[in-house]
């Protein structure tokens, strides 16, 4: 399995990103896909999850200090999961990880990271 993370870079504050993750080596319409986020010191946290669609609806999570400002989307047929970041605050600065939880299963996979800066 591999999870190519790309989107990071610097931006100002009030600014938009777009991160993308692709994915190989998995079936993806049947993997909880998201990105986790981290800094130096703490641990790694939630930023946006997608749920597999092969269960129906399928609702995305996000963490309280991104919702209404990030959306997750996700392209079965590109094996594909995008975040959209909009507003970006000093405090979005982090290393985002892209990561992908095949369902009802036990393994998680891990991208590379992508660092996001936001100056003030």
């Known amino acids: 399995v591999q999870l190519q993370a790309s989107g990071g870079g610097l931006v100002q504050a009030g600014g938009s990103l777009k991160l993308s993750c692709v994915a190989s080596g998995l079936i993806f319409s049947w993997t909880d896909v998201g990105w986790y986020r981290q800094t130096p010191g703490k641990q790694r946290e939630l930023v946006a999850v997608f749920p597999t669609t092969e269960l129906g609806t399928s609702i995305p999570k996000y963490g309280d200090s991104v919702k209404g400002r990030f959306t997750i989307q996700r392209d079965n047929g590109k094996s594909t999961v995008t975040m959209q970041m909009n507003d970006l605050k000093p405090e979005d600065t982090a290393v985002y990880y892209c990561?992908?939880?095949?369902?009802?299963?036990?393994?998680?996979?891990w991208g590379q990271g992508t660092q996001v800066t936001v100056s003030s």
């Open positions: 990561n992908a939880r095949p369902t009802g299963g036990t393994s998680n996979y």
